[in-house]
T-cell receptor
Framework: LAKTTQPISMDSYEGQEVNITCSHN???????ITWYQQFPSQGPRFIIQ???TKVTNEVASLFIPADRKSSTLSLPRVSLSDTAVYYC??????????FGAGTTVTVRA | DAGITQSPRHKVTETGTPVTLRCHQT?????MYWYRQDPGHGLRLIHY???????DKGEVSDGYSVSRSKTEDFLLTLESATSSQTSVYFC??????????FGPGTRLTVL
C-alpha cells in the first residue's frame, strides 16, 4: 500500500474553505485515492474517492494533479460539525485499507 | 446507515482471559474487516474476510484470530488478552474495492 503523508492538524473558522493536502509520492498506476471522515467515538465514514483530475460530491471536492503524487480534499464553507479527523488513503485496486494518523480539523466559531 | 452492529459495545476484562467480539451485518456484503484504533495510530487492520470461511491477516494480526461461518457474522477472538490489546475495535464491511462501512466500535479494556 502506498504511504501517505498529511498534516497532523488544521484549524479553521466557520464559513471558511478548508483544504487538506495529502502526499503519496509512490502511488501506483492503478491506485485510487480515498478520503474518510471520523467523528469522536464513531467509525470512519467515506467522503470521496477519485483517480485523477477533479471529483465533486455534495460534501467535498477532491483535486488530483496530473502526476497524482498528491491530492487535496476541499471542504467548502465548513461548520462546527465538520470538526473531525480526515484520513487520506491510497489503495491498489484493493479492498484492504491502511489508515494513517489522519488530519484533525478543528472548526471554531 | 449500513446495517452493522458490534457486540459488546464495551468490555472490561482481565489479562489472560479469552475475549470474543462479534460483528453482525444485514447488508450481505462479501468483505468484512476488523480494525483497532489507538491514539496516534489511526486505524490498523487486524484481519479481514473475503467470504465465508475465507480470512486473511492484516498488519497487526498477532494475538488475534477470526472466524466467519456465516456471511453476516465475523468474530474476532483474543485467545489470551493482554494489556496491549486495550483499544477500540471497529468492524467494517464492503462489497469490494469501493467504500467501507464501519460499525459503532467496541471499547475493550484489559486490566
Amino acid at each position: 500500500l502506498a504511504k501517505t503523508t498529511q498534516p497532523i492538524s488544521m484549524d479553521s473558522y466557520e464559513g471558511q474553505e478548508v483544504n487538506i493536502t495529502c502526499s503519496h509520492n509512490n502511488i501506483a498506476t492503478n491506485d485510487y485515492i480515498t478520503w474518510y471522515q471520523q467523528f469522536p467515538s464513531q467509525g470512519p465514514r467515506f467522503i470521496i474517492q477519485g483517480y485523477k483530475t477533479k471529483v465533486t460530491n455534495e460534501v467535498a471536492s477532491l483535486f488530483i494533479p496530473a502526476d497524482r503524487k498528491s491530492s487535496t480534499l476541499s471542504l467548502p464553507r465548513v461548520s462546527l460539525s465538520d470538526t473531525a479527523v480526515y484520513y487520506c488513503l491510497v489503495a491498489l485496486n484493493d479492498y484492504k485499507l491502511s489508515f494513517g494518523a489522519g488530519t484533525t480539523v478543528t472548526v471554531r466559531a | 446507515d449500513a446495517g452493522i452492529t458490534q457486540s459488546p459495545r464495551h468490555k472490561v476484562t482481565e489479562t489472560g482471559t479469552p475475549v470474543t467480539l462479534r460483528c453482525h451485518q444485514t447488508e450481505n456484503h462479501r468483505y468484512m474487516y476488523w480494525y483497532r484504533q489507538d491514539p496516534g495510530h489511526g486505524l490498523r487492520l487486524i484481519h479481514y474476510s473475503y467470504g465465508v470461511k475465507d480470512t486473511d491477516k492484516g498488519e497487526v494480526s498477532d494475538g488475534y484470530s477470526v472466524s466467519r461461518s456465516k456471511t453476516e457474522d465475523f468474530l474476532l477472538t483474543l485467545e489470551s488478552a493482554t494489556s496491549s490489546q486495550t483499544s477500540v475495535y471497529f468492524c467494517a464491511i464492503s462489497t469490494g474495492i469501493d467504500e467501507q462501512f464501519f460499525g459503532p466500535g467496541t471499547r475493550l479494556t484489559v486490566l
